[in-house]
């Protein structure tokens, strides 16, 4: 049992890391708060002194706010549907005893260690890519006319994007959970005559629930924050454009650092409501 002083030794340990890791949040947070007050204009004549909430208002009656906003929400539940579907399938399948099923899980997971940019240059170029893609070939092969898969399909073609890099998790973290299953369970059910999608509606489901919601907290909270797959593959055009990528423009293409500040004060915002809304499911998922 953790003494008194074992356990001071223990906060005076933890310390220095966890200033670190606090000043390495709340700098950058004081900073965005303090710019978002101010008309910064690095390139046209830098500080221009304090507007109040004018940065707030300017950002939040922009005709590209709500649509960012919305674009942001249909890539998030996009990728999670995708991610969260499939991932039980793969799971499921890589539970099975197979031929070379290490190297089938290894090939699984692959994809999530390769970097955001690289995948999405990829998938421009290899696959959607009008005129020499893979998938422009299938289309011919049926005698079909080439889609444009990224002026005429864009948020569909960045949720196929996202959704393959975050597959790979989802399908770990759930391949995990099943393999924690007691097979007594599923033997029993299957001796009581109980057919297959019985028992995974019944059984394997529900064993499911915490770490499906743990599987989209965790996405959500990093989705939220997708550039490098919209800066690679449309540019924001097309109505791709999220949040995230509305701040950019405002900031570095703008050069108005105090509107995207602000932008960046209701991303973070949002994101508090979404880890809200996800933590109490998670929570109610956990007490079960």
């Known amino acids: 049992m953790a003494t008194q002083h074992s356990r001071s030794a223990a906060r005076l340990m933890m310390a220095p890391a966890v ?66 579907v499939l991932g039980v399938a793969l799971a499921l399948l890589l539970d099975q005893p197979m031929w070379g099923q290490g190297p089938v899980r290894i090939l699984v997971i692959a994809p999530f260690f390769v970097m955001p940019t690289v995948s999405a240059l990829v998938w421009k170029n290899m696959f959607m890519d009008p005129n020499y893609g893979l998938l422009a070939d299938l289309w011919r092969a049926f005698g079909a006319e080439p889609v444009q898969w990224l002026s005429q399909a864009s948020v569909p073609s960045i949720i196929m994007i996202v959704a393959w ?103 973070i915002i949002l994101a508090n409501i979404l880890a809200i809304f996800l933590m109490r499911i998670v929570g109610k998922n956990l007490d079960n």
């Open 19 to 84: 200033t670190l890791l606090l000043g390495w949040m709340l700098v950058p947070l004081a900073m965005t708060l303090y710019f978002s007050f101010k008309k910064y204009l690095p390139l046209r004549g830098g500080d221009l002194g304090w507007v109040g909430f004018e940065n707030y208002v300017r950002f939040v009656t922009s005709s590209a706010f709500w649509p960012s906003i919305q674009t942001t929400l249909v890539i998030v539940g996009g990728v999670l549907v995708i991610t969260t």
């Open 165 to 267: 890099q975050w597959l790979p998790f989802a399908t770990l973290i759930l391949l995990t959970a099943i393999q924690s299953l007691d097979s007594e369970q599923l033997e029993a059910a299957e001796m009581d005559g109980a057919p297959s999608p019985k028992r995974f509606w019944y059984i394997i489901l529900p064993h499911l629930g915490r770490a499906i919601s743990v599987v989209i907290l965790i996405q959500t909270i990093f989705l939220l924050g997708i550039f490098a797959e919209i800066f690679v593959t449309t540019g924001g055009a097309f109505g791709t454009k999220t949040l995230t990528y509305l701040i950019y423009q405002r900031v570095l293409e703008s050069q108005n650092v105090g509107l995207g500040s602000a932008g960046g004060v209701y991303a």
